[in-house]
């Protein structure tokens, strides 16, 4: 890692609103298609489905705020497992800017948030 990748890089949205010219690569990182969303409507430039939660983890997680920090540490130790997917997204962040495209409706507890944390090495 000789670059540090700049926060301001990597934004957050859900696959559900609208693309703007300001995503810049739109990386879907859900391993389930949104539901009832086109892939034209969606505009993904790239899904990691790799990157993604494992479908036990998910299961497990429930979105349920109680099991944040322990999903994080879980997500954290199994995204290990994907290390050229995971420098791949990182050069792509520290190339220009890039949205974790995600479609939970809890826009502080989902994998995206959780993937951006661990891009941007904040791991706790």
């Known amino acids: ?21 300001s995503d810049g690569t739109r990386i879907l990182v859900d391993r ?6 086109s892939k034209e409507d969606a ?3 790239q899904w990691m489905k790799t990157l993604s939660p494992s479908t036990a983890l998910r ?7 109680a099991r944040w920090d ?6 954290a130790a199994e995204i290990q497992e994907h290390p050229e997917e995971l420098t791949q997204l ?5 190339e220009g800017p890039i949205s974790l495209i995600y479609s939970a409706r809890d826009e502080e507890h989902n994998d995206a948030v959780a993937l951006r944390d661990i891009l941007l090495g904040r791991t706790s």
Do not use: C, Q, V
Not at 32 to 37: A, H, M, S, V
Not at 59 to 65: A, T, V
Not at 90 to 94: C, E, K, P, V
């Open 59 to 65: 299961k497990w997680f429930g979105h349920d705020p």
């Open 90 to 94: 990182r050069d792509l962040a520290r």
């Open 32 to 37: 389930l298609w949104p539901r009832g969303l």
């Open 1 to 21: 890692m000789s670059e540090k990748i700049r926060a301001a890089n990597i934004h957050l949205k859900r696959a559900y609103e609208p693309p703007a010219p």
């Open 70 to 75: 322990e999903f994080r540490a879980r997500y």
């Open 43 to 45: 505009a993904i430039d």
